[in-house]
């Protein structure tokens, strides 16, 4: 049987657009909740024996409330985590587990102590789950004063898996798992790949934030670990007046481009480009994969095509679970309009956390913080994503970054418009303290 609980809080509006939730008590289910639908396996689990396992409640704190920031990708993984675990019999190695969540906030503070009542009021054994950089690096915190483990899967902030001088309490702690991803990890191959396919000049554009100055910073060097250099630069502000901003660009000599940015900024950018003809102008659009995320992707439609850009999974991967789960996912799940919801990153992140935590618990002998993290330390797991693992030093997800390029037919449907193809794949160890890689022999380059 899957147990769920939802923390909720009540809302508050202050001066800025965000709504801040401030914990006040819980209820069986969040309004308008996503739940799986009653023929999936786990509704029929029975109960387990007074001699079995105990149950082992996960606390997961992502925004999934209308609206919280960012809620479509907290509302995404709630429901990659409630449906693994109706695919599973509601378990995880054996074990009978019951989900308890919190809303994310927009403030890492306050997500801390919504972390710290998901573990002291509602007894969560370990926790999942931050969107935002800012929470993620609260918890971090958290987690490693009180032995906490916590795994982000969704946050994608740099410094939560480095040895960084001068962080308080720590950055890389014994206690904090990523398994989603870091900006560099997205976007230093792509730099790299971009150069050695003649690339050598290349203009970036990035969000005026730290997934913007991460990003291209990371690109950077990859581009010029392969004699490529960045010809000029743009840091935009989120809301920007997005025709305006690619006008500059075609107003500039460099027709490689590289951008950074995500969700609403992504949309009104790629909109931008290509209401300003820009492929027809001979100018090529590169980026990290939220560039041309789901999300985006529903919103533009054919206006995506011909963008490249890096990402550790796509739709098209030829492997097992990855077909199971893109099946699976919008069969499922509808959205508002009662259409199918497509798998995204998200999504595969969480799916692929449980994965991971399935078979960790099943050689850990138990799961407390001491045994389940060497056990996750040694897990070599296989999710929609492919193979990964996390590396034992950071305990940063190891996995394939692939290069893909958005490409779109006219005799498709607009829901089915848009495909990845991938045309490169780039293995390579995640980051260490010192950022060192390692690709794999024999691999396509």
């Not at 396996?41 to 606390?59: F, R, Y």
């Not at 971090?140 to 001088?165: C, E, M, W």
């Amino acid at each position: 049987m899957i147990h769920l609980h939802v923390t909720r809080g009540r809302r508050w509006r202050p001066l800025v657009a965000a709504a801040v939730l401030l914990f006040t008590g819980c209820t069986a289910a969040p309004a308008g909740a996503p739940t799986p639908t009653r023929s999936l396996a786990a509704s029929a689990t029975p109960a387990p024996s007074p001699s079995a396992v105990p149950l082992l409640t996960v606390g997961i704190v992502v925004p999934f409330t209308e609206s919280a920031i960012n809620s479509e990708v907290g509302v995404a993984q709630q429901r990659a985590a409630q449906l693994y675990l109706a695919q599973h019999d509601g378990k995880l190695g054996g074990r009978e587990v019951k989900l308890v969540y919190s809303d994310e906030s927009v403030n890492g503070a306050l997500d801390a102590t919504k972390a710290q009542q998901l573990v002291e009021d509602e007894h969560a054994g370990l926790l999942l789950g931050l969107v935002n950089d800012e929470g993620a690096y609260a918890v971090r915190g958290y987690a490693d004063q009180h032995k906490v483990l916590f795994i982000d899967t969704s946050a994608s902030g740099n410094t939560l898996t480095r040895a960084t001088p001068g962080c308080t309490p720590a950055c890389i702690s014994k206690y904090v798992f990523r398994s989603s991803f870091t900006n560099w990890q997205l976007s230093e191959p792509l730099g790299e790949w971009v150069a050695k396919t003649g690339n050598a000049s290349v203009f970036a554009v990035c969000a005026d934030d730290a997934f913007g100055s991460e990003s291209e910073s990371a690109f950077e060097a990859g581009l010029a670990a392969k004699g490529g250099k960045i010809a000029g630069h743009d840091a935009v502000a989120s809301g920007a007046d997005w025709p305006k901003v690619v006008a500059s660009l075609k107003a500039q000599p460099v027709k490689t481009v590289y951008a950074a940015f995500e969700r609403a900024d992504a949309i009104g950018f790629v909109t931008a480009w290509a209401d300003a003809k820009m492929n027809d102008a001979g100018y090529r659009l590169f980026g990290p994969g939220p560039l041309a995320g789901v999300d985006v992707l529903a919103a533009v439609k054919d206006k995506a095509d011909g963008i490249t850009t890096s990402l550790f999974w796509a739709s098209t991967l030829e492997n097992a679970p990855n077909h199971a789960l893109v099946e699976l996912y919008p069969k499922t799940y509808k959205d508002e309009d009662g259409k199918p919801e497509p798998a995204d990153a998200a999504v595969v992140e969480m799916w692929d956390t449980m994965s991971a935590l399935d078979e960790a618990l099943k050689t850990a002998g138990g799961s407390s913080a001491d045994v389940l993290i060497p056990a996750l330390e040694h897990v070599h797991a296989t999710g929609a994503r492919g193979s990964f693992s996390f590396d034992p030093t950071t305990h940063n997800v190891i996995d394939d970054v692939y290069v893909r390029q958005v490409r779109t037919s006219a005799t498709t449907t607009a829901k089915s418009l848009i495909q990845f193809f991938i045309f490169v794949f780039l293995p390579f160890l995640a980051e260490t303290a010192t950022v060192i890689r390692h690709r794999i022999a024999g691999c396509a380059s």
